[in-house]
């Protein structure tokens, strides 16, 4: 998982979201977010599993969790999150069909 601020407060997450790479994700983020407010943008992840809903919810229980904002998630993680019933919890944006 690569991850690089495309403009000032946007972080793009580009590869695969999963077990074998969210541990390290979520380190480059802690890093990465900072103060202030941030969005990650998930356009360029190209798969991802369970574990990323741990990170979505990791993120979810931090204080600034106000200040971050999703965006362009996939139908694939809006697929397990309605499977756990955690949409609600994860404030995902609506989903929009392509």
């Known amino acids: 998982m690569k991850l690089s601020e495309t403009q000032s407060g946007v972080v793009r ?6 077990m074998d790479s969210v541990a390290d994700t ?6 990465m ?3 202030g407010a941030m969005t990650l943008d998930f ?3 190209s798969h991802c599993d369970s574990a990323a809903l741990a990170l979505l919810l990791a993120l ?12 362009h998630i996939p ?7 309605r499977l756990y019933e955690l ?6 944006p609506p989903e929009t069909r392509s």
């Open 13 to 18: 997450l580009d590869g695969a979201l999963t």
């Open 33 to 35: 977010l900072g103060n």
């Open 60 to 71: 979810r229980r931090r204080k600034d969790a106000r200040n971050i904002k999703l965006a």
């Open 43 to 45: 356009s360029g992840v």
């Open 87 to 92: 949409t609600p919890l994860l404030e995902l």
């Open 26 to 31: 979520q380190l480059q983020l802690d890093r």
């Open 75 to 81: 139908a694939s993680l809006y697929g397990l999150a």
